[in-house]
C-alpha cells in the first residue's frame, strides 16, 4: 500500500513531456496518459477545497481508472527515467493509445494496455529493487546472476484466459530456445480486464482479493501440470484495480500476484520465489521532492 498527496504526484509528473521528448517521442496531450493526468489534477483540485472546507466530493466512477494509471504513469516514469533505450520509447509510444476509459477498449484499441502491463510491472519491480529490462520476449529478470525471461499477457475476459497461457508458454520456449542454457521462463498474466472492465471498485480485504485470484489459478491447475519444461519455472496471475478502504477519502491502488511453481524445487523457481518475496516485502524506491512530504509503506 503506498499513501501520496496527489500534488506530490503531480509535482514528479511535471517532467513526464520532457521525458517524452528526450526519447524522440512527440507528448499529445489528449492521448489516455496525459488525459489520466488531468483526471489528477481535478482530483487535487477537490481534495484542496475538500481539505478548507471539510466537505469532500465522491470520485467519479469515470475517474476511478485514469487516476490509478497516473500513478502507474508516475512509477514508470520514476523506473526509468534514466534510461533512454530504444525499448522502452517503442513501448511507451504504444502504452499511451488507447482510450481513457478501460470499459471503452475493443480487440482494436487494447495494444495500450497490453503494453502498459509490461511497462507498469517492470516499473513495479525496478523500483523495489529487482534488475528487470524489457526485452524479448517483454522482460528480462536478472537475479543471482539467473535470467529470467518474462512474457506478458492480459487477457481481455475469463474465456480467453487459458488461450493466454498457453501463448506466453509458447512465446517463452521459442525465446529460450535462442537463449544460452540456465535461463528460466516465466508467464505474467494480468487479470486486471477479467475481474474489472473499468466499472467498478474493490472495496473487500486484501487477502479476499488473493482468494479471487487463487480460485482463478485453480480452474487452470491440470493445464500447468502438462507443461512438461523445466525451464517454464513459474506461472503469476497478476491484478491492479481502483480501491476503497477504511476511513480514507482518495481512491487506493489494489494490486495483488498469485504464483504457481511448475519445476519446484528447481535452482529457477526457489530463485524467483525468493524475488516474489522480496517484491512483497520491499518497499518501493522514490526520490524525494523538495518538501520531503511523499511517504511509502
Known sequence: MEAFKYSDLLHRLEGFDTWLTGMGLTPRPNDRIHEAIKILRRAKEASRKGHETGI??????????????????????????????????????????????????????????????ELALAAEWRLRGASVMLDEPDLRLTRDSITFLVACKRP?????????????????????????????GVAAISLSCVFNRGDKVFSGEMNALGKLLNDEFSKHVPYLLSINDPRICCVMFHVVTPSVGGEVVDL???????????????????????????????????????????TSM
Request: aromatic share 8%; net charge negative; hydrophobic share 35%.
Open 56 to 117: 469532500y466530493i465522491d470520485i467519479r466512477p469515470q475517474d476511478w481508472f485514469p487516476i490509478i494509471e497516473a500513478l502507474e504513469a508516475h512509477d514508470v516514469l520514476t523506473a526509468f527515467h534514466n534510461e533512454p533505450s530504444p525499448a522502452i520509447a517503442g513501448a511507451l509510444k504504444r502504452g499511451l493509445s488507447g482510450p481513457t476509459q478501460p470499459i471503452d477498449e475493443n480487440p482494436k484499441n487494447r495494444d495500450g494496455r497490453n503494453i502498459w502491463f
Open 156 to 184: 481481455a475476459n475469463e474465456q480467453s484466459i487459458h488461450v493466454n497461457i498457453c501463448a506466453a508458454i509458447k512465446q517463452l520456449q521459442r525465446n529460450l530456445d535462442k537463449t544460452p542454457a540456465g535461463a528460466f
Open 252 to 294: 487506493m491502488r489494489a494490486s495483488h500476484t498469485v504464483a504457481w511453481d511448475l519445476d519446484y524445487p528447481s535452482v529457477g523457481s526457489k530463485t524467483f520465489r525468493e524475488h516474489a518475496a522480496d517484491m512483497c516485502n520491499s518497499p518501493k524506491n522514490y526520490w524525494e521532492p523538495p518538501d520531503g512530504s511523499a
